[in-house]
Every structure is written in structure tokens, then in C-alpha cells.
């Protein structure tokens, strides 16, 4: 038996260690938003986070995630809420065929938790999914207005004019 | 006659002329065909409760309302652009939660896209010939998604079935609420009046089904639209964002088992042997099915299934034909050079023409063949019970031919098809060969369902690919760099014969091809002698419909040279165009918006470039500018501006998505596109292989779409044919050098 976490919820799953992620998620746990597309870890439609990194869930494999925590698109919100990344989605109409979004969501999702205001040359660095419709446009449109979101919904980075310049509310 | 026979001879005729259907028609007869429900105006009461308000709109007394929509959303929005037709007379927010738009279960003739079949608009379908092809389409169910043309066939159509609904269930509401039908006013899925009285469609439409649906019934004014013309958002974007949209991969009935496949590594190739070793005892496996052409492994699990088909022993026989891509286009050149002509048309005196010109320009383009490379791979979900009766859920760009194909693997009694999203399609899913192999795996464990999963590589090299070719463009130039004469000569494998050899099991003549020639006819400028002709030749490998299908090397092509002819006259490429375009013409005025929109300004040099494309196709004229920066060979993809005549605009934001990555479709063929077949053998596999643009790659692109009152064009397509031609010349802007031959990365260019 295999342990691991997934979208908080823990899993003792007696599968293959040397099966990818990728498949454990979608053949034996029902977890279809994770897409298979290459299986070379090229595109990018099945990343996933573990432990908070994004992982392409087709080349790692079970054994090496155990006790770790999974983070899959199913579980970025709660059901019937949206995180600031997937509201900026909507907001954009990034989606066309839609089979690359869950991974270019996590991605995203990923690399505004390690840098809240990307520059387009950080996001075209960090972003290297395939999507085969082209709504690269609209990607890059959705990753700064969700950093614009987090930003005006978190704590304020400047402190305000009377407090010491030092003591900066936390980001 | 049977429906697969009867299936062969409209796809026979498909491809010709009305006149045709018309014969067809006749051998079915036309009492028959006088019965074809071809407007699917009528009411029914289904067994679950819900209602049919004519074939399009489904309404349960819970007030779910459900639209139907006959066309595969691959992801060109065409769910969200076609409920707004519905919507927009029925006074529905298709956002609301108890909207659904999908794909139906069923083949109505009210559904069969008879625009695409007879390449006519349903508008313009009138007089018996018409009347018959109609019906002939509709008798088979040829519910199909192609040819940017689900828009086009449905912008009546839709709308007449909202108005239909909305008036019978005003008559239903005024009797269910005892008052005039005045005084009733319509809102979201529902009635009120001003004394505060409510009634939801759901608890009239089992009333209004009783009605006779209207004779005629009059559309909502343009100057009142709601829905139509606006940015609605897409009513597939919550679930693919959530991550819960269904495609074809994520379907998961009760009991499923997963098959991988293992298909030829040459095409035409046979299973020589098979040695299962002891793959059988293997963790979930559950069945090996041999076929003649491919081995699939069935198991619990899509990995276990996989590698169970890698650790097979196959030895495979040797094909009667080895296809082979340098080969074919070393032979198109030859029959190019020797003239072999098999179709020509000619108007004024070509020869005459450039025997006078001050200048001649002959120069040979050259494409090669692509795969789709969809990001959902080719798949099927097959459950063949026990009593022969299929289910099949797929993702597929026709549900008729779905059928067909199932019934050619197996005494099939009756095949129920449900259609899921898919992941992209281009074309690659009008294809039956996913659906075959699914069913024969099916058949082989008869009582489960099971999903037939093709591997990335099994998928780029599974063929059905857009054809190489090569063209021989010629112009001769007066003193003054007015056109004298313009030829355009292209050889290619005949596409519609090989897919209709493969899918429908017709043979039909390549030389009558006219996706050969397809945005050659009819070129747009100007000259005193005009010239095409075609190569055609039977294809040595399979081929088949790719975005923009003959548009994607022809667009290039005719733009491309015309960038050339320009050059030679020493005219600015935007103006050159304007003198050999009609005044007023569709094209003309897409230049011009282009030009204003991009800011044209001539040439550029120092290492700029910029590049503009026109290229009218499936009914929408598109023009491109692409700006470039050049270093060495490394091409950095400053920004394209694109100017559209798609006539009347649905839904700007869906246009502009679908120009957008159209342009990045075309873009990336341009830069990496091409499949080597060598010894019968797609060399490329993977997208390590088989390269596609990414995020870091691809330029902001601006799209400008022109005001129009005419019916609808395709938007889906015609964004690919510009991005070709339109980059070359922006390459050659900044460098100087002419790329007549693509991808673009085999002359060593690469993108910054």
C-alpha cells in the first residue's frame, strides 16, 4: 500500500509504485480534470502540484510521491467557489477546446504563489504548456489579472504613510 | 437501399453538384422524401417528462432547459454561438444555471448539415433540385462538423426555433394564466404579467406541445438584439476551468475498462505474427485483441494497458505500397515541369501575356505534410452488449459517419452515439479509424464498455494527414507593375478521394477534387490573363482535413508570390494589392481597415520586418500584418494585427479567440510543421518531435473585425490560411531572403 494526500484527502491505494501519477489520479481515483496529452512531460495538461510544486503527473510516478500532498484542479477551491486564478480565467474567456486548461491553471496557479506580479518575460519563463487552440493571449491576459486580484485582495504591501517605512504589512 | 449504400452515394455526390443529390433523390423516391422532417418544427412529450419545442430545445418541468446543438465543439465555441440564436428569441440568459447546451443523441434530419454537403447557404436553398438534396442529406442524418459552417447552417434555422417556442408557449402561458396574450411578458425561461402573475416555461410546455407549431413566424428585430452581436460569454468556460468538462477521455461508465492500441508502424502494413508471452497474466489485464492492422491490449487501467501492448512480440508484413513524402513531392515537381496537367481553366491569353510582359516572375512553392496533433489524442468509449445494440461516446466531428463506421465492424443491431467535447479536432476527428478500432476492441469483450485511448505518437502518426504539395506560381508585370497575367499551378494528392476511400468506401476521380484548387479559384486581382491548374494524383498516404484544409497551402501560396510580384514592381506591397483588387470589393476593404488598423507604413529593413497577407475562405475574408524583428536567423514575433470580414458578427469575443488561434494554428505550421513519411513511416511522434508554438513563442495578436449586415461567414478557419504567407514576407521584409518552402525551421530560422 501507497499513501498519499490528495486534495486533502488521504489515500491508501494498493497500485504498481512505478505506475505515473498521472494514471492513478484518472483510472483509479476518477480524477479526470488531470489530462493526458503526451506522456513525455512536453505539454503540460497534466500538471498537478505536489507539495505545493508544479509536477507533470505523467512522468513522475507513484512511489515517488508518497506522503506527499497532491493538488490537482479539482482541488485548487472548494466546489461552487473559485480561486483568483480561475476567476481571472472566466473573466478572460481563456478556455477554447479547453483539454490544456486544467494544466496551464495549475501552472499558473504555481508560479503567482512563487511571484505575485510576473513581467510577460517571467510568465513566457515560467509557462511552457502547450495549449493547441493558440489562447496563449489570453493566458498571459489572465495571469496579470489575477496577480491584480491577489494583489488588491491581500493585505496591503505599502505600509501606510504614518507607520515606519520597516515595518511593511506582510505580503 | 440500404443507409450505408445510400450514405456512399451522397458523399459521392457531396462533392459535385446539387444536380446530383437530385439524381439520388430520385432513386429514393420523392413520396418518401416529401415525409423528410427536414425543419424539425414539431412538438413531442418525451418519456422522462420534457418536452421538445421543435429539434433544438428541450424543456423539463423543472424549467432546465436544454438546446441542442448538432455540431462537435472542439473548441471553436460554436455551443455558446449557436445557443445565442436560440436564446436571443426565446428571451433566455444562456449563462443561467438551468441552461444546457449539448451535443444531440439523435440524427434528425432537422440537424443534417446540408450546407456543408450541397456548399450552400440554407438561405439561398430554394427550387426543386434543392428541395431534393435537402431531403437526401436529411433522410441519411449526415450530422456534421466541418467547413466553418455551423453558424452558417444554423442562423435561420435556430432562430426560427426559438421564435417557433416562444410562440407556442405564449399561446400555452395566456391560457394557463387566463389573460391576453398582450399582456404577457417575457422573461428569463418564463412569463409575467403586470399584476404580478408568473408562469415558467417549464410548467406550460407539456400545454404548448399540443399546439400546432406556427406556418411562419416573424424574428426578432437586429435593432433589438440582446444576445446576438455581444460578447456573451462562453457557456462551456466554468466546467473547463473547474476541470469537470466531460471530453471524450473522461468519460467513465459504470464497469469501464481502458484498451491501448498498437497500430502499424507503416501505413498499408499487416500483423505478420503475434506472440502475447505471458503479457495475459499480467496485473488487470483482460483481454489481447488481434485485428489485420493493429494489436490492443484491454485492462483495468490505460497504463497497465499500455505497457502490456509494448511488451507484445508483433512482427508486421510488409505493405503493398511504401509511401514515402520526398518521393511524392520529387513527383509533383516532375509532373509540374512536364505540364501533366489533369484540370486547367484559363481566361484571356496567358502565353500572350507573358511573351509581352516588361518583367516575368515564375518562382516554386512547396508545403509539407502535417498532422493535427489535437491535445485530446484519437479515442472512443464502446460498449458492444450481448444483444448487438451499441453505445458509443465520443468525441467526433460526425455522429452519421460514427455509426456507419461501427456497423462496418460488426453485425451491429443499433448504435446509439453520444457525442462528448473534444479536445481540438481540425479535422482530424471527421475520421472514422478511432471509432473502427474502439468498436473491434469492443466487439472482442462484448457486455463492458471500454475506451480505446491512442498514444501521443499512435496519434501523430496515425495519419489522415493535410497533403503535401507544390505550386507553380507565374506573373508577368507591364512597365507600370500592373499584373498582365497571373498563373497559379498546384500539385497535390487528391484529398477527397483518399478520405472518402477510407471513411465512406467510395472511389471518386482526384482529378475532381476541389479542395485541390480551393482559394485558387476565383482569386481575387485583377489581370488581363488568369491561369489555374491542377497536378491531381492519388495519395500514397492517407490524407485528410486539416484547419483551412486546400486554403492552408493555397492561402500561402497566392499570398506569398503576390508579396513576391510587388517586390519586383518595386510597389509597396498593401498598394499593390489595392491596384489589382476590385474597388469596393470585399477584399479592398479588409486591406484597408488592416492597413489603418496596423498602421502600415511600407517596408521594413535594419532588421524589422513586416509582412501582410488577404485570403478570403469559407465565406470570411481575412487580412494579416505580421511584424518581425530579425537577428542572424533567430525571428522574434513582434505582434500581428488581423482585419475580418466575417459578415455579421455573432459573438465579437468568440471571433477574435477563433482569429487569434487560428493565426497561432497557421503560425505554427509556418514555423515547425511537417511530417516525414519515409519507407511507409510518419518519422515524427511526439511533441518533442512534432513541434508546436508555445506561450513564449507566440505574439499579442489584435483582431478587427469589420461591421457587416450580411449573413454570417465561417470563423473557425480562416485565420489559419494568412499566417503563412503573411510571415515569409515579413521574414523577407527584414532580411531580404524569400522562404518558398515551409516550415520555416528547415532553412535554420528559429524563434526568439
Redesign the interface.
Known amino acids: 500500500m501507497i499513501s498519499l494526500t490528495i486534495n486533502g484527502t488521504r489515500h491508501e491505494l494498493d497500485v504498481e509504485g512505478e505506475m505515473p501519477l498521472l494514471w492513478v489520479l484518472r483510472d483509479e481515483l476518477g480524477l479526470t480534470g488531470t489530462k493526458y496529452s503526451c506522456g513525455i512531460g512536453r505539454c503540460g495538461a497534466c500538471t498537478v502540484l505536489v507539495d505545493g510544486e508544479a509536477k507533470r503527473a505523467c512522468t513522475i510516478v507513484l512511489e515517488d510521491v508518497a506522503d506527499s500532498e497532491v493538488t490537482t484542479i479539482e482541488g485548487l477551491a472548494p466546489a461552487g467557489t473559485w480561486t483568483a486564478v480561475q476567476e481571472a480565467w472566466i473573466a478572460e474567456q481563456v478556455p477554447q477546446c479547453g483539454y490544456c486548461q486544467p494544466g496551464l491553471i495549475v501552472a499558473a496557479t504555481r508560479l503567482l504563489a512563487a511571484n505575485p506580479r510576473p513581467s510577460d518575460a517571467e510568465i513566457d519563463a515560467a509557462i511552457d504548456n502547450i495549449c493547441r487552440c493558440g489562447t496563449y493571449d489570453r493566458v498571459r491576459r489572465a495571469i496579470h489579472r489575477a496577480a491584480e486580484m491577489q494583489a488588491a485582495s491581500a493585505p496591503p504591501a505599502v505600509p501606510a504613510p504614518a507607520a515606519p517605512a520597516s515595518e511593511g504589512a506582510p505580503q | 437501399m440500404t443507409k450505408r449504400s445510400l450514405t456512399r452515394r451522397v458523399f459521392l455526390i457531396g462533392s459535385a453538384a446539387i444536380g446530383g443529390t437530385a439524381v439520388a433523390g430520385l432513386g429514393i423516391g420523392v413520396g418518401y422524401l416529401a415525409m423528410v422532417d427536414v425543419d424539425g418544427h414539431g412538438a413531442r412529450v418525451l418519456g422522462d417528462g420534457s418536452v421538445d419545442l421543435t429539434a433544438w430545445i428541450n424543456i423539463s418541468p423543472d424549467n432546465t432547459i436544454t438546446i441542442y446543438v448538432p455540431f462537435l465543439e472542439?473548441?471553436?465555441?460554436t455551443h455558446t454561438g449557436l445557443a445565442q440564436l436560440v436564446g436571443e428569441e426565446l428571451g433566455l440568459d444562456i449563462n443561467a444555471d438551468n441552461i444546457r447546451v449539448v451535443h444531440p443523441s439523435e440524427d434528425l434530419a432537422a440537424f443534417a448539415n446540408w450546407t456543408m454537403i450541397l456548399d450552400e447557404r440554407p438561405e439561398r436553398l430554394s427550387g426543386p433540385l434543392q428541395w431534393l438534396g435537402k431531403r437526401v442529406v436529411g433522410a441519411l442524418g449526415v450530422v456534421a462538423t466541418g467547413g466553418s459552417t455551423a453558424m452558417v447552417a444554423s442562423f435561420t434555422a435556430m432562430r426560427e426555433a426559438g421564435a417557433i417556442a416562444r410562440e407556442m408557449l405564449t399561446e400555452a402561458a395566456a391560457a394557463e394564466l387566463g389573460v391576453h396574450r398582450d399582456r404577457l411578458m417575457l422573461g428569463y425561461a418564463g412569463f409575467g404579467t403586470a399584476d404580478g402573475k408568473e408562469v415558467k416555461f417549464g410548467e406550460i410546455a407539456a400545454r404548448a406541445a399540443k399546439l400546432a407549431p406556427p406556418a411562419t413566424v416573424t424574428l426578432k428585430d437586429p435593432a433589438k438584439w440582446e444576445l446576438i452581436g455581444k460578447p456573451v460569454?462562453?457557456v462551456?468556460?466554468?466546467?473547463?476551468?473547474?476541470?469537470?468538462?466531460?471530453?471524450g477521455?473522461?468519460v467513465?461508465p459504470e464497469g469501464l475498462l481502458?484498451a491501448a492500441l498498437r497500430r502499424a508502424p507503416q501505413f498499408g502494413a499487416k500483423v505478420a505474427s503475434l506472440s502475447e508471452g505471458d503479457v495475459r497474466k499480467r496485473?488487470g489485464i483482460v483481454e489481447i485483441v488481434r485485428m489485420d492492422d493493429a494489436v490492443a491490449v484491454v485492462a483495468?487501467?490505460?497504463?497497465?494497458a499500455r505497457e502490456a501492448v509494448d511488451a507484445l512480440e508483433i512482427t508486421w508484413g510488409a505493405p503493398a505500397v511504401l509511401s514515402d513524402s520526398a518521393a511524392l513531392v520529387a513527383d509533383l515537381k516532375a509532373r509540374l515541369k512536364a505540364k501533366a496537367f489533369t484540370r486547367e481553366e484559363k481566361e484571356g491569353d496567358f502565353d500572350r501575356a507573358l511573351g509581352g510582359s516588361m518583367q516575368m516572375i515564375n518562382e516554386v512553392y512547396e508545403t509539407p505534410f502535417l498532422a493535427h496533433?489535437?491535445?485530446?489524442?484519437m479515442n472512443a468509449t464502446v460498449l458492444w452488449r450481448a444483444d448487438d445494440t451499441v453505445e458509443v461516446r465520443v468525441p467526433t466531428q460526425s455522429s452519421m459517419l460514427t455509426r456507419s463506421a461501427v456497423e462496418g465492424v460488426g453485425p451491429a443491431k443499433r448504435v446509439d452515439v453520444h457525442v462528448t467535447?473534444?479536445?481540438?479536432?481540425?479535422g482530424r476527428r471527421a475520421e472514422t479509424d478511432f471509432v473502427s478500432y474502439a468498436a473491434r476492441v469492443a466487439l472482442a469483450v462484448k457486455g463492458r464498455p471500454v475506451q480505446t485511448?491512442w498514444?501521443?505518437e499512435e496519434d501523430t502518426r496515425g495519419g489522415a494527414y493535410r497533403p503535401a504539395s507544390v505550386a507553380m506560381m507565374t506573373a508577368a508585370l507591364d512597365g507600370r507593375g500592373q499584373l498582365e497575367g497571373l498563373s497559379a499551378i498546384i500539385a497535390a494528392p487528391s484529398l477527397s478521394s483518399s478520405f472518402m476511400a477510407r471513411n465512406v468506401g467510395l472511389s471518386s476521380d482526384p482529378a475532381s477534387d476541389r479542395v485541390t484548387l480551393e482559394g485558387i479559384v476565383g482569386f481575387p486581382y485583377l489581370a488581363k490573363a488568369r491561369r489555374i491548374a491542377a497536378v491531381d494524383t492519388e495519395s500514397p498516404a492517407p490524407i485528410g482535413y486539416w484547419r483551412s484544409v486546400g486554403h492552408s497551402h493555397n492561402g500561402f501560396y497566392m499570398e506569398a508570390f503576390i508579396d513576391e510580384c510587388a517586390a519586383a514592381a518595386g510597389i509597396d506591397p498593401a498598394e499593390f494589392r489595392r491596384m489589382h483588387l476590385a474597388e469596393g470589393s470585399r477584399h479592398a476593404r479588409v486591406l484597408e481597415k488592416l492597413v489603418a488598423a496596423s498602421g502600415w507604413s511600407g517596408r521594413g529593413g535594419n532588421g524589422r520586418g513586416r509582412g501582410l497577407a488577404l485570403h478570403e475562405s469559407f465565406r470570411s475574408v481575412v487580412g494579416a500584418v505580421v511584424d518581425v524583428s530579425v537577428s542572424g536567423t533567430t525571428v522574434k514575433l513582434e505582434k500581428v494585427t488581423i482585419a475580418a470580414d466575417c459578415g455579421r458578427i455573432i459573438n465579437p469575443?468568440l471571433v477574435e479567440?477563433q482569429m487569434?488561434?487560428?493565426?497561432?494554428?497557421g503560425l505554427?505550421a509556418a514555423i515547425y510543421g511537417k511530417i516525414d513519411i519515409v519507407a511507409g513511416a510518419a518519422q515524427q511522434g511526439?511533441?518533442?518531435s512534432y513541434r508546436?508554438?508555445?506561450?513564449?513563442e507566440?505574439p499579442?495578436?489584435e483582431v478587427h473585425l469589420l461591421d457587416s449586415e450580411d449573413l454570417p461567414g465561417g470563423v473557425g478557419e480562416p485565420g489559419t490560411p494568412v499566417a503563412a504567407p503573411a510571415l515569409v514576407a515579413a521574414i523577407f521584409s527584414a532580411t531580404g531572403e524569400r522562404l518558398r518552402k515551409l516550415p520555416i525551421a528547415e532553412a535554420g530560422y528559429t524563434i526568439g
Open positions: 472542439m473548441g471553436q465555441g460569454p462562453r462551456d468556460v466554468p466546467a473547463k476551468v473547474a476541470g469537470t468538462a466531460v471530453f477521455t473522461d467513465r481502458f496485473r483495468d487501467n490505460s497504463w497497465r496533433a489535437a491535445m485530446e489524442p467535447l473534444a479536445g481540438g479536432g481540425f485511448l498514444s501521443r469575443q479567440a487569434q488561434g487560428g493565426f497561432v494554428f505554427t511526439n511533441f518533442d508546436m508554438l508555445r506561450l513564449a507566440a499579442p495578436i
